[in-house]
Nanobody, 124 residues
Framework: QVQLVESGGGLVQAGDSLRLSCAAS????????VGWFRQAPGKEREFVAS???????YYADSVKGRFTISRVNAKNTVYLLMSSLKPEDTAVYYC??????????????????WGQGTQVTVSS
């Protein structure tokens, strides 16, 4: 069982940066793939980024070049650094985890564990 807790959300202005954290329980966290998803009001949850092993990453086209996902396994934590934020990035951001089999996972149904979410609001 893995428990995930997101933090770092808040209200920022367009163009600002924000770093989200996803802290996980469990001693085998390094073997898990972790993804970030987001859900804006009235919209479906969408994929943002994922990381598996220590360095393999995959991004949605909408955030590529602006967002960076990384992890520190010693801290059981995955980060999402968001730069050049836009109002359309406003959403609740969720982290999710699953056992990794060495490929990117971009569908929400592929993940077994989810956090409660953290709100990110970008004003124009």
């Amino acid at each position: 069982q893995v428990q995930l807790v997101e933090s770092g959300g808040g209200l920022v202005q367009a163009g600002d940066s924000l770093r989200l954290s996803c802290a996980a329980s469990g001693r085998t966290f390094s073997s898990y793939a972790v993804g970030w998803f987001r859900q804006a009001p009235g919209k479906e949850r969408e994929f943002v980024a994922s990381i598996w092993t220590n360095t393999r990453t995959y991004y949605a086209d909408s955030v590529k070049g602006r967002f960076t996902i990384s992890r520190v396994n010693a801290k059981n934590t995955v980060y999402l650094l968001m730069s050049s934020l836009k109002p359309e990035d406003t959403a609740v951001y969720y982290c999710a985890a699953r056992v990794s089999y060495g490929r990117p996972y971009a569908k929400s149904e592929e993940y077994s564990y989810w956090g409660q979410g953290t709100q990110v609001t970008v004003s124009s």
